[in-house]
């Protein structure tokens, strides 16, 4: 129930096969549902006609308003009875959007989140603590059914309270922890307070990060902190939750598991594919959901097909990780910026510690950027000399980086507001 060669390493060919059958039952199932029943009908639209998978394109859309508009039975595809459970989105950019499972649709994500950890390097002997909300959030649940799917002990820690997840790990010998990229670099602020070394005292041997975007250097860093790889987790409620798109050993992008989900990168402006390893935004179709089947979904996640064939054997397709979501670039004064490439010229810099915010503010009829930025707790100094040259250095290399030159604010280590699921890392006041 883990590694499944019979599906991660099919030839191109008995790919799209199995993917266009599974899409034809797809839509079948789908236009069960009074919302896809409706715009089947009217558009004419025929499992049978679906002549290749390449014809998924003559399909509509499935944006998130489209969930929103029909909340909360729209989509469904199964009677109401058969559903076991529903997850909601965090709903980071608006109201939240539902969606359901029947035992099938749990049981196919609990496989695909196992046949990710293994990817990863999970095994069943292994003690899983995955540290984050269990609830609506899908990463909880997710994960937790997942890795015991694959047979890990599973400890099923939930989010917060660092002083118990460290004695967690102690008391279990936890070796692979999941948890949100910005929460781990809190945790280790914890372990240091507490002395414990999270290398030579606890059996910790990888980590999986989501759920949240998250630089390349930011990986690098939170890989130093613990002394094991970081792995890549990817995924969204609409599409279930986490598995749909994971690192393997190799690290060289997230494979997306396109036996069950079909996978597009389109122009968000004109719709359509983009050129093979232009970046783009991300269109996923469930292939193995029977409650609420989604069709060519927007997901606003932009990135692109990385080319080659990976090391490890898996033949579905890699993709980048996410650098941003359309909708969380910002543009200030003329300039469109994605809060990740503020987070990659910070974790560049040494002196610099785990977190920041950008806050957008309009003064004097000017928009302006400030970038709060908390120092390292090694370098932590009040010498405003060496201060000052610090904010400069911010200042020039984020400029370089996107054409705005920031106003710089430094803090102690620590200083920043924390929430409690996934980092905010713009404050947009601007009327
Ligand atoms: P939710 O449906 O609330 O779980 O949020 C899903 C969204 O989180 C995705 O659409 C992405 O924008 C973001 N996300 C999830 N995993 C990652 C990841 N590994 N890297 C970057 N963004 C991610
Ligand atoms: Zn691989």
């Avoid at 797809?26 to 290749?52: V, W």
């Avoid at 998978?53 to 489209?66: G, N, V």
């Avoid at 930025?373 to 010498?383: A, G, K, L, Q, Y």
Wanted: aromatic residues 8%; negative net charge; hydrophobic residues 35%.
């Amino acid at each position: 129930m883990c590694w499944q060669p019979e599906f991660e390493t099919l030839s191109r060919e008995r790919l799209e096969a199995l993917q266009l059958e599974r899409l034809r039952a797809t839509m079948a199932q789908a236009a069960k549902s009074p919302c896809y029943g409706a715009k089947f009908a009217e558009q004419g639209i025929a499992p049978q006609d679906l002549a290749d998978i390449s014809r998924i394109r003559d399909l509509p859309f499935t944006t998130k308003e489209d969930l929103r508009g029909h909340f909360p039975y729209g989509f469904l595809a199964v009677p109401r009875t058969d559903l076991v459970r529903l997850h909601c989105s965090s709903g980071t950019t608006g109201n939240p959007t539902v969606i359901f499972h029947n035992r099938h649709d749990l049981a196919s994500w609990a496989n695909l989140v196992a046949r990710s950890l293994y990817a990863a390097g999970a095994r069943p002997h292994h003690v899983f603590q995955n540290i984050c909300g269990y609830g609506l959030f899908t990463g909880g649940l997710g994960f937790q059914y997942g890795a015991e799917c694959l047979g890990m002990l599973t400890i099923p820690a939930a989010a917060g309270n660092s002083r118990r997840q460290i004695k967690l790990m102690q008391d279990f010998g936890t070796n692979v922890v999941h948890a949100i990229p910005s929460y781990l670099t809190r945790l280790y602020d914890v372990f240091v307070e507490l002395g414990v070394d999270p290398v030579k005292d606890t059996r910790l041997e990888r980590l999986v990060i989501g759920a949240e975007p998250h630089s390349e250097e930011t990986r690098r860093r939170i890989e130093g902190l613990f002394g094991v790889k970081a792995f890549n987790s990817y995924g969204l409620s609409e599409m279930n939750g986490p598995g749909v798109a994971f690192e393997c050993e190799h690290q060289n992008g997230l494979h997306i598991w396109e036996d069950c989900f079909v996978v597009e990168i389109v122009n968000p402006e004109t719709l359509e594919p983009v050129a093979e390893g232009e970046v783009g935004e991300l269109v996923l179709t469930t292939l193995d959901r029977q409650a609420m089947p989604i069709i060519r979904y927007r997901t606003r996640d932009l990135t692109r097909f990385l080319p080659g064939t990976c090391p490890c054997g898996r033949t579905s397709r890699r993709i980048d990780r996410i650098t941003g979501r359309s909708d969380d670039m910002f543009i200030i004064r003329g300039c469109n910026v994605f809060p990740i490439q503020v987070e990659k010229v910070l974790m560049e810099i040494p002196q610099v510690g785990n977190d920041y915010v950008i806050v957008l503010e309009t003064k004097e009829d000017n928009d302006q950027m400030t970038i709060e930025v908390e120092v390292s707790r090694e370098w932590f100094t009040d010498d405003y000399g060496k201060l000052e040259s610090l904010r400069r250095t911010i200042a020039h290399r984020v400029r370089d980086e996107v054409l705005v030159t920031p106003h710089v604010r430094l803090v102690e280590p620590g200083a920043l507001p924390k929430s409690e699921g996934k980092a905010v890392r713009v404050r947009d006041l601007r009327g």
